[in-house]
């Protein structure tokens, strides 16, 4: 049982490439998520959805896009990679949004902006 | 809007000392969820425990423990005779009732905890 697979683990880039994310669960969850975390700010949200081929934003979208064609895979792009983007980001997925459902998290991907 | 406060930023301790992180919430919402997860220093994030606004009875799981005060707005956790593996930042989270924006787990910001042997 796989959970949720996160790739690359890390990464590298300069300013202005673009890059994507990987996530993908095998729990048929419908409930997906990216946080991105940064020293002394937590886990914030970038982008979530609720099932396949609805997505919404979180607090902190601005720079990334997501889709979601299938309801295993919920890839994050980086459309022009900017140093302000250096974080770890961790996809987390639940059966639902709702209820006390708790999260599984990917192990993180460590990105740098260079 | 919902918030999470977890005013300690770091916490250091002595192996055996018995030490509590502190989470404080803000909601509207009379349903929603309450959430702790543990990150040790391999980055994964691991789940601890789930509470829901309306079951206010506190937790013990061996050495942890949680105390859930809806009249404070607070859901603390104790760790009892701490160890070295304790040592990760641990994260406070809620949950609103509904699906979309509200049904999405807001952190708050980590607290870091060192025990020393």
């Known amino acids: 049982n796989a959970g949720v697979t996160q790739t690359p683990k890390f990464q590298v880039l300069k300013t202005g490439q673009s890059m994507t994310l990987q996530c993908a669960q095998d729990?048929?969850?419908?409930?997906m998520s990216w946080y991105r975390q940064d020293p002394g700010m937590g886990l914030r949200l970038i982008h979530y959805s609720v099932g396949a081929g609805i997505t919404d934003q979180g607090e902190v979208p601005n720079g990334y896009n997501v889709s979601r064609s299938t309801t295993e895979d919920f890839p994050l792009r980086l459309l022009s990679a900017a140093p302000s983007q250096t974080s770890v980001y961790f996809c987390a997925s639940s059966w639902t949004s709702t209820t006390n459902e708790k999260l599984f998290f990917g192990s993180g991907t460590q990105l740098s902006v260079l | 809007a919902q918030k999470v406060t977890q005013a300690q930023t770091e916490i250091s301790v002595v192996e055996k000392e018995d030490v509590t992180l502190d989470c404080v919430y803000e909601t509207r919402d009379t349903t929603y969820y309450l959430f702790w997860y543990k990150q040790p220093p391999s980055g994964e994030l691991v789940f601890l425990i789930r509470r829901n606004s309306f079951d206010e009875q506190n937790e013990i799981s061996g050495r942890y423990s949680w105390n859930f005060q809806k009249s404070t707005s607070s859901f603390n956790f104790t760790i009892t005779a701490s160890q070295v593996v304790d040592s990760a930042v641990y994260f406070c989270?809620?949950?609103?009732?509904?699906?979309?924006?509200?049904?999405?787990?807001?952190f708050g910001k980590g607290t870091k905890l060192s025990v020393k042997p």
């Open positions: 729990m048929n969850h419908e409930y």
């Open positions: 989270a809620l949950r609103g009732p509904l699906r979309g924006s509200q049904g999405n787990l807001i």
